[in-house]
Nanobody, 118 residues
Framework: QVQLVESGGRSVKAGGAMILSCVASESIASIGAMGWYRRVPGKERELVASISPDGATYYKDSVKDRFHISRYDARNTLYLQMARLRPEDTAVYFC????????????WGQGTQVTILS
């Protein structure tokens, strides 16, 4: 089964920036559309951004113009560049296949903690 390893999360002050990375153990080109998700304790995991193999992107309204998703298929890596971070961006961030069906998801990784200090 595909393993997903997220990294890059840390604590920064509001207004700061960081880049998250997700490395897959298998070809993300074969997985298809990929997404970054985040989860806050007590809330459902939500889709933050996604990117299809042809580069088409989607962003949650609250992160538009602040986050940028990209993929480097040759390295099986997904990125999320985040800027002008807000305290409400604090969450554990995960990558996975872009899907609306739970049965389509790959096994979730550990995620990476992002903490934005006000």
């Amino acid at each position: 089964q595909v393993q997903l390893v997220e990294s890059g999360g840390r604590s920064v002050k509001a207004g700061g920036a960081m880049i998250l990375s997700c490395v897959a153990s298998e070809s993300i080109a074969s997985i298809g559309a990929m997404g970054w998700y985040r989860r806050v304790p007590g809330k459902e995991r939500e889709l933050v951004a996604s990117i299809s193999p042809d580069g088409a992107t989607y962003y949650k309204d609250s992160v538009k113009d602040r986050f940028h998703i990209s993929r480097y298929d040759a390295r099986n890596t997904l990125y999320l560049q985040m800027a002008r971070l807000r305290p409400e961006d604090t969450a554990v961030y995960f990558c996975n296949r872009r899907s609306d069906s739970a049965s389509d998801f790959l096994t979730w990784g550990q995620g990476t903690q992002v903490t934005i200090l006000s």
